[in-house]
């Protein structure tokens, strides 16, 4: 899996998961339960992670989706 998007905005993270969703891009968001460790600051960012077969897939759709500013730099 790779990071697609790392960020501490729940509404976006909300927002980028309904669009892989819709889109039948399978992802994971990890890091959600880092709250309890830090104290529920919201200080550490959550990560969402998609397969590498669909990372291009993803790409595309987000930056299609007026967010592609929020990806992480491509590691390839």
Request: overall charge negative; cysteine-free.
């Amino acid at each position: 899996m790779e990071e697609l998007i790392r960020t501490n905005d729940i509404v976006l993270i909300s927002f980028v998961e309904a669009l892989l969703k819709d889109a039948g891009i399978e992802h994971l968001v990890v890091d959600q339960n880092m709250s309890v460790m830090e104290g529920s600051l919201g200080v550490l960012p959550r990560r969402i992670l998609v397969t590498s077969d669909e990372v291009e897939d993803a790409r595309a759709l987000l930056t299609d989706a007026g967010i592609g500013d929020e990806l992480r730099p491509e590691t390839r």
